[in-house]
């Protein structure tokens, strides 16, 4: 599976930005995918999941009403919709492929290489 993550960007506090993470290789149906980013000097973090089919959604407290995510598995793309940005939310984003929804990045086997999202207060 290739992950290739784009619509990153920089934009001010309040303002909303989609992501969108595009798989080859394999159908989006066949794997769940994640949402993660990284500040500099700080750990990966855990922002949001969809399952294979797209029923089911997890996200992190610090994102959660705010960060969206869904799947379009006809295009074969995920997207993150982001609203209400915030300066702490500037960092990384990455998308990943794992076999279950899951919020533990050693858990997902395939990763796109990152946007990077810059929020300005």
């Known amino acids: 599976v290739q992950l290739q993550a784009s619509g990153g960007g920089l934009v001010q506090a309040g303002d909303s930005l989609r992501l969108s993470c595009a798989a080859s290789g394999r159908a989006t149906s066949t794997f769940a995918v994640g949402w993660f980013r990284q500040a500099p000097g700080q750990e990966r973090e855990f922002i949001a999941a969809?399952?294979?089919?797209?029923?089911?959604?997890l996200y992190a407290d610090s994102v959660k009403g705010r960060f969206t995510i869904s799947k379009d598995n006809a295009k074969n793309t995920v997207f993150l919709q982001m609203d209400s940005l915030k300066p702490e939310d500037t960092a990384v984003y990455y998308c990943?492929?794992?076999?279950?929804?899951?919020?533990?990045?050693?858990?997902?086997?395939?990763w796109g290489q990152g946007t990077q999202v810059t929020v300005s207060s």
């Open positions: 990943a492929a794992s076999p279950l929804i899951l919020p533990t990045p050693s858990k997902y086997n395939y």
């Open positions: 969809i399952s294979r089919a797209g029923g089911n959604t």
